[in-house]
């Protein structure tokens, strides 16, 4: 049931929203005379919700639709569009794929970092006169967002209207709020009841000097009620809602239509009121002055913040960490998940390798049967994002999912690029292999190995309490750097339970401050290296924070590297590595042995053997 409702979701993705790409003109022409008709001169269209989701639901991927640069996870972007420019803001992920997806569309890329990268912000001040307006939709941009973008605009005597909702106007068969029933994650799993997530939040709300908060991250809701749905955001389990609690009332904001039987009793059995979506805005109207309501400025929108009657108090950084840090049964129950992946995995590319050289695999044909092997497993309710396929040069485009117009057969020698995951109820994982097929050249090794070696010197790094992944991030860069190269995305993420893929309030990125890491916290490690037009390298490993030991310097930290599959020793290339990356290797590949083997038919044990066979020098 899970997996056929977010397909179905899906399909109506391609088919109903986003299959109209010849169209993108005339969207463009009637956004401007929609403009025009409201006195606004420029308009800032967000890729997001009003809850600041990395992946919206369909209803909120305006954007998407209106631009044609798109993907089934889901894509960073901002436009902008005046009476004679139309510019589309992304991250390097997608610098290769919004060129291309953009062309024909009216609207042209513009770079938010990187070489060469423009600030949207600044954009609109140096190219909007004094006295002009900008509009944009309030409830789809965040308190911290819009009232940087009003004091520039300010500042600059232009003007910003933050009720201007374009998609109401523009969009006549926008998708519909998802509806998909809600279930409860079985509390077994997690290891803490609802009731105890929701007394440590208010623990935090106190300590913040608030005695209220509302919750708008979508995951934050998720969390601290046990309650998951398949099929409001793809590859999420995730819901929409809002959460508001104090000491003495707990109400949950949700479409009536997504409550159950066993949901509603469950809510009901710790204190949960249920009252409708849309009446949150009415509800923060009418609190008592006296209440200090605790909101994210990076989560909550700008549009139900300007309905608040009370006296909000920023911040909610206490409430993300909490998430953050898993307890050792949610520890434990993940690395169930990431067995039971690995046994996919392995299946995965013995099947790959067994078929190649027929020339009859294709990347799209791979999506298929890596998603059916993951789902064979009834504890995978979906894949944790669409599956990044990558043959040869389209490996090199960093977020690629293949279509049926850009799939091609893997045949040949080349480096296939896999980047993957599942949602487990024990845990969502989230892995990448690059393997090469055929005879791999000098250059494909050695820069393969230069990722690798990034990647060992992060995974072995020991560091004091306290510190921030961006304090570590250059450890997985190094050895690119001292060759000229490099790549520009974050070093690694968060990953939820059970919940996003992308988790924080911590990453290894130097582009953010972000929370410092903590003991039980999980993230990834994923350097890489790309050559557009040839091929691209990532290998990507899960690491759990755990204590190393304590000094008079203070607690020191460590990490584990936890997932479960072996890197391709055919790719290694020994002569640039120092042996102590030969022995993390081979001590990496004996674990993953160990644990996999009993879970393996005869054949693949044996196929496990060869793959984690020792590395050495000669």
Known sequence: MFFQTSLNLRLHLKAKTF?????????????????????????????????????????WRGR????????????????????????????????????????????SMMKENGPDAVDLIDWLVENLNSGQTVGIDGMTFSIAYAQRLEQELTDNDIKLNDKFPIFDYIYPDRPQRPKNKLFVHDEKIVGESADSKIRRIMTEVKAELANAVLLSALDDIAWATNIRTAGDIN??????????????RRVLFVDEEKL?????????????????????????????????????????????????????????AGIARLKSVK????????????????????KFFMMVEKEHPSGKLTEVELGKRLRALRLADPTCVDESFAPIIGWNEHGAIIHYEATEETDVAIEGDGLLLV??????????????????????????????????????????????EGTRGGQLDVLARQFLWNEGKAYFHGTGHGVG?????????????????????????????EPGFYLEGKYGIRTENLL????????????????????????????????????????????????????????????EAEWMKDKTRTLSRS
């Open 327 to 346: 307890s050792d049964s949610m520890i434990a129950n993940f690395e169930t998940a990431l067995e039971k992946d690995g046994v996919a995995l392995t």
């Open 497 to 525: 339970f059970f919940i996003n893929c992308h988790e924080g309030p911590q990453s290894i990125c130097t582009r953010r401050r972000h929370a410092p890491l903590e003991v039980g916290m999980i993230n990834s490690n």
């Open 19 to 59: 299959s109209m790409e010849k169209k993108n003109l005339e969207y463009l022409r009637l956004l401007r005379e929609t403009m025009k008709s409201h006195g606004i001169d420029a308009v800032v269209v967000s890729g997001t919700d009003p809850h600041q989701s990395e992946l919206p639901p369909a209803h």
């Open 419 to 464: 980047d993957s995951g599942g949602q487990y109820v024990f845990g969502t994982t989230d892995i990448t292999r690059t393997v090469a097929l055929g005879t791999p050249t000098d250059e494909q090794r050695h820069d393969f190995t230069l990722v690798l070696k990034g990647n060992i010197a992060l995974s072995m790094a020991k560091f004091p």
């Open 64 to 107: 998407e639709w209106l631009t044609g640069f798109w993907s089934e996870n889901g894509t960073n972007g901002t436009a902008v569009v005046t009476a004679d420019k139309a510019l589309c803001w992304t991250d390097s992920r997608y610098f290769i794929q919004a060129t291309d997806q953009l062309k024909g569309t009216g609207f």
């Open 260 to 316: 159950t039987g066993e949901v509603t009793d469950f809510l009901a059995n710790y204190n949960v009121e249920i009252m409708p979506y849309d009446s949150v805005a009415d509800f923060v109207k009418t609190l008592p002055k006296e209440t200090r309501l605790l909101i994210d400025p990076e989560t909550t929108s700008r549009g139900l913040y300007d309905a608040i009657g009370c006296t909000p108090v920023f911040g909610g």
């Open 544 to 603: 759990v924070v755990e204590p190393w030991k304590t000094t008079e310097f203070g607690p020191f930290l460590q990490f584990r590297t936890v997932t479960l599959f072996p890197i391709d020793l055919s790719l290694i290339d020994t002569s640039i590595m120092t042996d102590d990356e030969i022995k993390w290797v081979n001590d990496y590949h004996n674990m993953v042995r160990d644990r996999l083997t009993p879970l393996l038919s005869p054949e």
């Open 235 to 248: 590859f999420s389990p995730i819901f929409v809602a809002y959460l508001y609690l104090d000491d003495s």
